[in-house]
């Protein structure tokens, strides 16, 4: 990876391990990937996940949720200040933005088909999908500003 840092590359540089590790660290401390939901999930679903986790958390058991990502993240260490910490993250519309920025939306029933793949361990599959629908969506947009014109 390069970094362009006053107009120099730099190469393996502690400038590109650190940005690689903020990049990381949003991911693996994402507030939506603690509370287990996509960056578009509703409002109830993300107070239902955290009604969940104070319960199980309540009775010393761990809880997990599909968007954990093992196979691909760090685990994830619950606790009630964590998860309390996640949904005070969350409370202002330019902090959603930024954690939404770094984290999973599911918007089509393709999304749906993609994410289960995902889910599975077969990222290959996930991504094939990804790939096809943003070629899809790539040549909808040209068709209508060439419709349009």
């Not at 998860?83 to 930024?98: G, I, R, S």
């Not at 954690?99 to 999304?111: E, I, N, R």
């Not at 361990?121 to 096809?132: C, Q």
Request: charged letters at 20%; a positive charge; glycine letters at 4%.
């Amino acid at each position: 990876m390069y970094v362009l840092v006053s107009g120099f590359r730099q190469q393996g540089s502690r400038l590109a391990l650190f940005v690689n590790g903020i990049r990381m660290n949003i991911l693996q401390n994402n507030p939506y990937r603690l509370l287990g939901v996509y960056s578009n999930s509703p409002t109830k679903e993300r107070l239902a996940n955290h009604n969940r986790m104070k319960a199980f958390l309540k009775v010393g058991k761990t809880v997990t949720f599909p968007l954990d990502l093992p196979q691909y993240l760090t685990s994830i260490n619950r606790t009630e200040t964590s998860v309390t910490d996640a949904e005070a993250k969350l409370t202002l519309p330019n902090d959603q933005m930024l954690y939404a920025l770094f984290w999973f939306v599911k918007m089509t029933p393709l999304d749906e088909v993609a994410f289960n793949h995902l889910f599975a361990g077969e990222m290959a599959k996930a991504e094939e999908i990804w790939t096809k629908k943003r070629m899809c969506f790539i040549f909808a947009e040209s068709y209508c500003v060439c419709f349009n014109t």
